[in-house]
C-alpha cells in the first residue's frame, strides 16, 4: 500500500538549517505530484511547497520563498525539503502528501527556538 514516511525534523536555532525528507513506497513514484504541508500549534493546515512528477513544475506558499527548496528523487523515491533562514513562526509539524488519493506522512516536528 501507499506508505510516506518523513524525517529529518528537530530543533533548530533561527536562522538555521534543515532538510527534511519523505520517502515514498507502494506506488510508482515518478508518475506523481507531490506536495509539503504544515501545521503549526493552533492552526489549520498549510501548502508549502509543490513539485510535479518529473519537477518541471515547482510553486512555493509566499511565506517560504526564497528559503525553502523542495526537490525529488525519483530513482530513490523520495522527495526533499531544504529549509533555510529558519524562523520561528516555521515551528510546525510538517507533513508530505501524495495528492492523487489524499496520502499523508505521519508528519516531522520541527521546532525553531533559540
Known amino acids: 500500500q501507499v506508505q510516506l514516511v518523513e524525517s529529518g525534523g528537530g530543533l533548530v536555532q533561527p536562522g538555521g538549517s534543515l532538510r527534511l525528507s519523505c520517502a515514498a513506497s507502494?506506488?510508482?513514484?515518478?508518475?506523481?505530484?507531490m506536495k509539503w504541508y504544515r501545521q503549526a500549534p493552533g492552526k489549520g493546515r498549510e501548502l508549502v511547497a509543490h513539485?510535479?512528477?518529473?519537477?518541471?513544475?515547482?510553486e512555493y506558499a509566499d511565506a517560504v520563498k526564497g528559503r525553502f527548496t523542495v526537490s525529488r528523487d525519483n530513482d530513490k523515491e523520495m522527495v526533499y525539503l531544504q529549509m533555510s533562514s529558519l524562523q520561528p513562526e516555521d515551528t510546525a509539524v510538517y507533513y508530505c502528501?501524495?495528492?492523487?488519493?489524499?496520502?499523508w506522512g505521519q508528519g516531522t516536528q520541527v521546532t525553531v527556538s533559540s
Open positions: 513539485i510535479t512528477a518529473t519537477a518541471d513544475t515547482i
Open positions: 507502494g506506488f510508482v513514484f515518478s508518475q506523481y505530484n
Open positions: 502528501q501524495r495528492p492523487f488519493g489524499n496520502y
